[in-house]
């Protein structure tokens, strides 16, 4: 194997004519020359030869032509480490197994002395050496510790012909497999002569195989040498590169000597591949690294392998030393020139921009680009990224890391400055790496306000991911500065509201949270930090609470919490989790109070308590009141950019229009808002969209549709780990299987949507969830436990649109009894709750049961004319299926279709969709301006992605709304595009509708 640091002493066997074997000294940097020896023993528990099958089969050809008469020369290539010794040595043991006589010779950065590689071959060669003379050491004062072999005659002609007819003797006797190790540090006497033999060998059984590294190729003789021998035939190149993610993994399982997990290590895998660029011994050396720092382990009989970034007082993940050397060894064999580049490069990480190296080295262009032609043609240290004009990369992170870790200080930091003059004039938008650079040169004031631009740009296209990581990276910078916990709180607390106003869930903001109160800030700070982290844990109750009860304990105590803002703060979230209990009454008090409190410069978190207010107005039948909160809270959500507060009020907007029984409405801004939700990234409230979505589907009487969106629903909360909204997405779904006819599934659904409430301490739905359980009981032929069911409700805890619901199952389950005068009483009190509040859906549901009631007690008449009207109220509210009882189960409605009115198929479903889509991202006609640049999310395709649709499917509806005068097309400049497109936005009789 490779050995790592200090000198590297070898024994050289140099034939029997020698005597004993003398020994050199190689300095450390070019310590990697000697890999083997054809004396070597096998060294114990070395790793065995993985992977290389396309070469194997390549090679075992090569022996087959070998013995039939027709050698030639193989040339191993590839960069050190790559595998050309090991798989020479593969090539020995085969070829023996095969009955070849095998020869090694090996070649030195030092000069040994012509023909020294063939003088191993061929050690019966011995005429071109003589003996060192006793009187030459003496007159020398030292004594010679390589016998050095005399100058050949003119041409070489004699030593050459020794060495031929030496290669024609034996191979008559046995076919020979010759192996020549490093000829890159071939001296020229051997490069002719592997010219002579090389071409001799194509008709004798003789396989010359050659490992060379073409990257440190600089004899014009050897690279004459190689491509003559290509273009006659003699010659066939047998290039390695990097390891793939399989032969990886089994290099691996070698070390560990354990079986992978493929799926679990899959990550952490290509995260190795790329710092070591799938050079084998490069990944045999960081494994080993990574074992002793215990991120590559077993566990259970399984490999485990981490990739991670250290963190606090682990141990960082350094080049390894052996790497290091090697790689030294490499980057020293380069010019001056060549060398300069990569160090300027390596600054910018493993991809970099030529166009920043100039400004940087003080060098022109076109010196710049030639050098990285070289390094790229020749060397093949760097390569152009594919898809990406104008940038190149490193062959492998570690090659940048050692390269930028042996830039002298003074340099590198004159070096960064530039860098950052150049960014900020020429890629202002290239925060993040202008934040890399701060760090690594310690700057901290540029590298914060870095950071905030960063962070800003990466929410202004909602990639939360990126800007929580930046967060984190920033953070961790000022810990390491030691920065005080004031400043670093105050910068926590602001990057805090910048996410959530972009709408960044809970698994980006908690961690943030978290990380901030481990810092020990001061009192306010830690006041602040806590309060909206129980705002974003709302939905646990039980730990918002404890959140919530220590803050005000300790603010009664202190005579800091009289700052308004801070009061406000905790106000509006005690409102949250005071709803999310069930206690509407003092959830309305609070936010309320939230209202009063905070001051105007605190839009944001006005806006969540003019959504809190609008809901708990819309629950207490206040429309006009709700009306007005949600266009408030949507206008200053939209002035001021507010991406989270959006769906809150879209939200909003659709769960009133639920509760009003304008179904078709409701469903198509259910719709809208779930297509906004995806751009955001806000998960929790899609889990809550699709839910509601289920929910009205299922009153429309599309079943199908709404278990899709219960299920998704579901998968939503459980693959983003959202539990507060596991128990909606499961009780809306066992609402869809009732309604399909399956009972006792929808009794199971129901049990696992209980078991996920009570987790998290929601208890605003256990009063409806009790209602829906006796529903199912009803249906599995229990009508009385329905009723004991529904008698133990307390009509004062119900919301108002609740109410009515209770009447009206209670009518039902008292009419399958046969007790028709109570059923009467509960049916009309249900319609009267319901018409007073203005609950259509609810009047037409009593109203149709009445109609039952009619005709088992009362006229045919009677039971028409109530069942044409509740017909007419389900059509007014988009219903497709119109429910009524045919009297085949008692009590339990049956599905009928009716027709949808002409009124309400004018107003396609997917033209509201577009409509409401273009009027939420601001395209309306006169907002953008003719030299503005519109947003891609006006384009086809962006509303193809917006809306989770192909562009084929509403492309001839939006040509219609142009017709029609809605909707206008025009040419336009566009974010990120080279060119002008096709926008489209709204006119004003388009505005005026979806406002409508």
């Not at 980006?508 to 001061?522: A, I, K, V």
């Amino acid at each position: 194997m490779f050995q790592g640091a200090g000198a590297y002493s070898h024994w050289l066997p140099l034939g029997p004519a020698s005597g004993a074997p003398q020994r050199i000294t190689i300095p450390r940097y070019l310590s990697c020359a000697i890999v083997h020896t054809p004396t070597a023993a096998p060294v114990p528990g070395e790793v065995p030869f993985v992977g290389r099958r396309k070469e194997i089969a390549a090679l075992r050809e090569h022996l087959l032509h070998a013995r039939d008469g027709q050698g030639g020369v193989v040339v191993v290539s590839g960069p050190a480490g790559i595998g050309k010794t090991s798989l020479l040595r593969w090539l020995e043991t085969e070829a023996e197994r095969q009955s070849f006589s095998v020869r090694w010779g090996y070649c030195l950065p030092l000069s040994a002395g012509p023909f020294f590689p063939f003088l191993q071959l061929f050690p019966q060669a011995t005429t071109l050496r003589e003996k060192s003379t006793p009187d030459r050491r003496r007159r020398s004062g030292r004594s010679t510790r390589v016998a050095r072999p005399t100058r050949s005659p003119p041409g070489g002609i004699p030593g050459l012909l020794q060495f031929l007819d030496a290669m024609e003797t034996q191979s008559a006797a046995h076919p020979l497999v010759l192996l020549l190790d490093d000829f890159h540090w071939a001296d020229p006497e051997s490069i002719q002569a592997l010219r002579l033999l090389g071409r001799n060998a194509r008709r004798r059984s003789v396989l010359f195989a050659v490992a060379v590294r073409e990257t440190e190729v600089s004899s014009p003789s050897l690279q004459d040498l190689l491509r003559d021998l290509r273009r006659e035939g003699v010659a066939r190149d047998l290039p390695l590169t990097g390891f793939r993610e399989q032969e990886a993994q089994d290099l691996l399982e070698s070390v560990i000597r354990a079986p992978m997990d493929t799926h679990r290590v899959r990550g952490a895998l290509r995260a190795l591949l790329a710092r070591t660029g799938g050079n084998p011994y490069f990944l045999l050396e960081t494994a080993r690294q990574l074992q002793e720092m215990g991120q590559l382990r077993r566990e259970e009989g399984r490999a485990v392998l981490e990739v991670r970034e250290p963190r606090g007082t682990e141990r960082p993940l350094d080049v390894p030393s052996n790497v290091g050397a090697l790689l030294d060894g490499t980057v020293a064999l380069l010019a001056p020139e060549e060398r300069e580049v990569l160090e300027g490069a390596s600054l910018m990480g493993p991809e970099f921009e030529p166009a920043a190296l100039p400004a940087v080295l003080r060098k022109r262009s076109r010196e710049v680009l030639s050098t990285l032609h070289r390094l790229t043609s020749a060397r093949k240290l760097v390569e152009p990224v594919d898809g990406t004009p104008g940038r190149y990369r490193f062959s492998h992170i570690l090659l940048q890391e050692r390269i930028r870790s042996s830039i002298p200080a003074d340099r590198k930091g004159v070096w960064i400055l530039g860098l950052l003059h150049w960014w900020e004039s020429e890629r202002p938008a290239a925060v993040g790496q202008i934040f890399a650079l701060c760090r690594d040169a310690d700057i901290y004031p540029t590298g914060s306000a870095a950071c905030v631009k960063a962070i800003d740009s990466a929410l202004e296209s909602h990639g939360h991911e990126r800007a929580a990581g930046l967060a984190n990276e920033m953070l961790e910078w000022m810990v390491e500065r030691h920065e005080s916990n004031a400043v670093t709180g105050a910068w926590g607390l602001r990057t805090l509201d910048r996410m959530r106003q972009d709408g960044a869930a809970g698994r980006w903001t908690e961690p943030l949270c978290r990380r901030l109160l481990d810092l020990g800030l001061p009192v306010p700070l830690r006041w602040q930090v806590s309060i909206r982290l129980a705002g974003i844990i709302a939905d646990r109750v039980p730990e918002a609470r404890r959140t919530l009860d220590q803050v005000q304990s300790e603010m009664k105590r202190s005579p800091l919490s009289s700052e308004p803002a801070l009061q406000g703060t905790f106000a509006l979230m005690d409102s949250v989790v005071l709803y999310n209990e069930g206690k509407t009454a003092a959830s309305e008090a609070a936010a309320q109070r939230a209202l009063d409190i905070l001051p105007p410069e605190e839009k944001f978190y006005r806006g969540l308590a003019l959504h809190r207010l609008g809901w708990v107005d819309a629950e207490q039948n206040r429309w006009a009141d709700a009306r007005d909160r949600i266009e408030e809270g949507l206008s200053l959500a939209r002035s001021e950019r507010y991406w989270g507060l959006i769906p809150y009020f879209l939200l909003m907007r659709g769960q009133v229009a639920t509760i009003q029984g304008e179904l078709l409405r409701a469903e198509q801004i259910f719709e809208e808002t779930a297509g906004v939700c995806r751009d955001l990234g806000r998960m929790n409230w899609l889990a809550t969209t699709l839910a509601d979505l289920s929910l009205v589907r299922a009153d429309r009487g599309d079943l199908a549709g709404a278990e899709s969106a219960s299920k998704e629903a579901l998968r939503v909360s459980e693959t983003f780990s959202i539990p507060g909204e596991i128990g909606p997405s499961l009780l809306q779904w066992s609402r869809v299987k009732l309604r399909q006819g399956f009972p006792a599934e929808s009794m199971e659904i129901l049990r696992r949507a209980q078991k996920a409430y009570a987790e998290h301490g929601r208890s605003t739905e256990v009063l409806e969830m009790r209602m829906h359980r006796a529903d199912i009981r009803f249906h599995l032929g229990d009508p009385k436990g329905a009723i004991e069911e529904l008698r133990d409700i307390e009509e004062g805890k119900l919301k108002e649109e609740q109410v009515a619901h209770l009447h009206l199952l209670r009518a039902q389950f008292l009419m399958a009894r046969g007790d028709g005068p109570r059923a009467r009483s509960a049916a009309e009190r249900a319609r009267s709750e319901a018409t007073s509040r203005g609950l259509r859906y609810s009047a037409a549901q009593a109203n149709a049961t009445l109609a039952e009631w009619e005709r088992r007690y009362g006229t045919p008449e009677r039971a028409a004319a109530m069942q044409r009207r509740a017909d007419l109220q389900f059509r007014e509210c988009g219903v497709l299926r119109t429910f009524r009882f045919d009297g085949k189960i008692p009590g339990v409605p049956s599905v009928t279709t009716s027709p949808t009115p002409p009124a309400l198929a004018l107003r396609s479903p997917l033209a509201y969709r577009l409509l409401r889509y273009l009027s939420v991202h601001g395209a309306i006609e006169g907002m953008i301006g003719p030299r503005d640049l519109a947003p891609f999310a006006l384009t086809q395709q962006g509303i193809a992605q917006g809306l989770g649709i192909p562009r084929d499917r509403f492309s001839m509806v939006l040509k219609r709304l142009v017709d029609r005068g809605l909707v206008t097309a025009r040419q336009h400049y566009v974010q990120a595009a080279t060119r002008r497109l096709k926008v489209y936005v709204l006119t004003e009789a388009g505005a005026r509708l979806v406002s409508a």
